[in-house]
């Protein structure tokens, strides 16, 4: 069974750009979650997506947003990006809303110049 | 708001001895709890979860411990070993929410 995938693994911007991570979960799981881990830092949950609603946001600005796709995998989108944008962005995936195992993905790590 | 504490932030043992780590939880609401491995460069990787209707759970060298009431659990490594080197996040959730996760704790397994 594939595990929860994520592109690109890598992405440089500089200050001001927009950037968009993608992330596919494991078949049939319909929950998908991202998390922001800065160097030398926890993970900080940003979004929460299941059945392609919104379900819970992190205290992150608005210019951090998101979207789930019918096929269930998601798209997170950072605008006006800062130089502490920069971190290893995770995805995650469960079976669904109240079923709470999470399996992580690679992650992308985002470069901000 | 939602808060883990976990402790110590760095961890080293002797090969074969045991680690300990602890987490605690400010929300009374979270009923689960998960403990994640992360090596250098890699994913999270679940190694141990227990739910809050249950206080104990073992799997080989790995044990984990929940007191509801204090609002506490524990990782337990046993026979540590120089691959169980690595960071260890615990977390905490309510009924699938996201997951607030500790700040980590880094293992170094002495060899």
């Known amino acids: 069974e594939a595990g929860v995938t994520q592109s690109p693994t890598h992405l440089i911007k500089t200050r001001g750009q927009q950037a968009t991570l993608r992330c596919s979960p494991i078949?049939?799981?319909?929950?998908v979650y991202w998390y922001q881990q800065a160097l030398g830092l926890g993970l900080q949950f940003l979004l929460w997506?299941?059945?392609?609603?919104?379900?819970n946001r992190g205290n992150f600005p608005p210019r951090f947003s998101g979207r789930q796709f019918p096929n269930y995998s998601s798209e997170l989108n950072v605008n006006a990006l800062e130089l502490e944008d920069s971190a290893l962005y995770l995805c995650?995936?469960?079976f669904g809303s109240g079923q709470e195992t999470q399996y992580f993905g690679p992650g992308t790590r985002l470069l901000v110049l | 708001g939602e808060n883990v504490e976990q402790h110590p932030s760095t961890l080293s043992v002797q090969e074969g001895d045991s680690a300990v780590i602890k987490c605690t939880y400010s929300?009374?609401?979270?009923?689960?709890f998960p403990w994640y491995k992360q090596e250098l460069g890699k994913r999270p990787q679940l190694i141990i979860d227990?739910?809050?209707?249950?206080g104990e759970k073992k799997d080989q060298r790995i044990a984990v411990t929940l007191n509801k009431t204090a609002k506490h659990f524990s990782l337990h490594i046993t026979e540590t070993q120089p691959e169980d080197s690595a960071v260890y996040f615990c977390?905490?959730?309510?009924?699938?929410?996201?997951?607030?996760f500790g700040a980590g704790t880094i293992l170094r397994v002495k060899s």
């Open positions: 977390a905490a959730s309510w009924n699938g929410n996201k997951l607030v």
């Open positions: 929300d009374s609401a979270s009923n689960y």
């Open positions: 227990i739910r809050s209707n249950v």
């Open positions: 078949s049939g799981h319909t929950s």
């Open positions: 995650a995936s469960s």
């Open positions: 997506y299941d059945e392609g609603e919104e379900r």
